[in-house]
């Protein structure tokens, strides 16, 4: 099992930090098949990966966070509130399962009052280290060797004279 996080990660990290934070649970029904309000849903709307160096990768997401007020009609201030409640969520670091943790920015909020829904944007990145694939044989034995330390004698006119042993 590989110790890497993925996006599936991310999005659960998300959504149970979502969840606490706003106090509803996730929609994962499309808008056709109805859905109970209050509730949220997750969508990754770019994906971007590349390798950084040799030994890194870095990843970036395009996130948004869609959260419905509890009535369609008076659900202007609830609103209001979750925008709150998800900048501050969202000024902190988020924790994975596996220990990473992803910070989210370029954080934008856009209030659709026709339909009583926060749409909350923002990018994250994370940065992991490639896996070693363990190709290159590993070194068990290491063969060192120091020389023998220079004799230091002091004569009776004060000169330091050194014997040039330093052979091995």
């Given at each position: 099992?590989?110790?890497?996080?993925?996006?599936?990660?991310?999005?659960?990290a998300?959504?149970?930090?979502?969840?606490?934070?706003?106090?509803?649970?996730?929609?994962?029904?499309d808008?056709?098949?109805g859905?109970?309000?209050?509730?949220?849903?997750?969508?990754i709307?770019?994906?971007?990966?590349?390798e950084?160096?040799?030994?890194?990768?870095?990843?970036d997401y395009?996130?948004?966070?869609?959260?419905?007020?509890?009535e369609?009609?008076?659900?202007?201030?609830?609103?209001?509130?979750?925008r709150?409640?998800?900048?501050?969520?969202?000024?902190?670091?988020?924790?994975?399962?596996?220990?990473t943790?992803?910070?989210?920015?370029?954080?934008?909020?856009?209030?659709?009052?026709?339909?009583?829904?926060?749409?909350?944007?923002?990018?994250?990145?994370?940065?992991q280290?490639?896996?070693?694939?363990?190709?290159?044989?590993?070194?068990?034995?290491?063969?060192?060797?120091?020389?023998?330390?220079?004799?230091?004698?002091?004569?009776?006119?004060?000169?330091?004279q050194?014997?040039?042993?330093?052979?091995?």
């Amino acid at each position: 099992m590989s110790d890497r996080t993925t996006l599936s990660h991310v999005i659960k990290a998300l959504t149970v930090a979502v969840r606490e934070c706003l106090g509803v649970e996730e929609n994962d029904r499309d808008i056709e098949e109805g859905y109970t309000r209050p509730s949220f849903f997750i969508d990754i709307q770019d994906i971007q990966d590349s390798e950084l160096t040799d030994e890194y990768t870095w990843e970036d997401y395009t996130v948004d966070i869609y959260y419905f007020a509890p009535e369609r009609e008076t659900g202007y201030i609830d609103l209001l509130h979750a925008r709150e409640k998800l900048s501050e969520l969202l000024r902190d670091e988020i924790v994975t399962d596996t220990g990473t943790g992803f910070s989210c920015n370029d954080v934008e909020h856009r209030l659709e009052k026709r339909d009583k829904t926060l749409i909350t944007t923002f990018t994250l990145t994370i940065v992991q280290k490639i896996a070693d694939e363990g190709v290159e044989p590993l070194i068990k034995d290491l063969a060192v060797s120091y020389p023998r330390s220079k004799v230091v004698e002091k004569t009776k006119d004060s000169n330091l004279q050194v014997d040039d042993e330093d052979l091995i």
